[in-house]
């Protein structure tokens, strides 16, 4: 349907050159065989070349979004583990060191006091 619809397209915008080609295919087909070896033959080439380029472009994005779902399924498994379960959030935190030794100040201890106003 795409192809038909560029086709009225160029008819379209160059109704002279259609009328042209038209009249050689009636009135000299021999000619129509010099022109199709210069100029439709080209055009077809870059029409099935085209279409394999769009062809080769589909099968490579196929390809790259199997290897990405593949990846992230991999890397899900690493990160999950097969003893939790999905969606538990397990934080670690490491125990902190003394950072002032216990021979340094002595302890007070206070009582707090609320005032009544």
Known sequence: ???????????????????LIVMLIVAAPGVLGVFALFLLIPIISLLIGWIMIQYRVR???KSMEEQ????????GQRTTGSTKGEGKVTVHIPPQEQ???????????????KEDK
């Open 68 to 75: 990405l779902r593949n990846h992230a399924e991999r890397e």
């Open 1 to 19: 349907m795409n192809i038909l619809s560029t086709l009225i397209d160029i008819i379209r915008r160059n109704p002279l050159t259609t009328v």
């Open 99 to 113: 950072k002032v030794s216990d021979d340094v100040g002595e302890y007070v201890s206070f009582k707090e006091i």
């Open 59 to 61: 099968k490579v994005k």
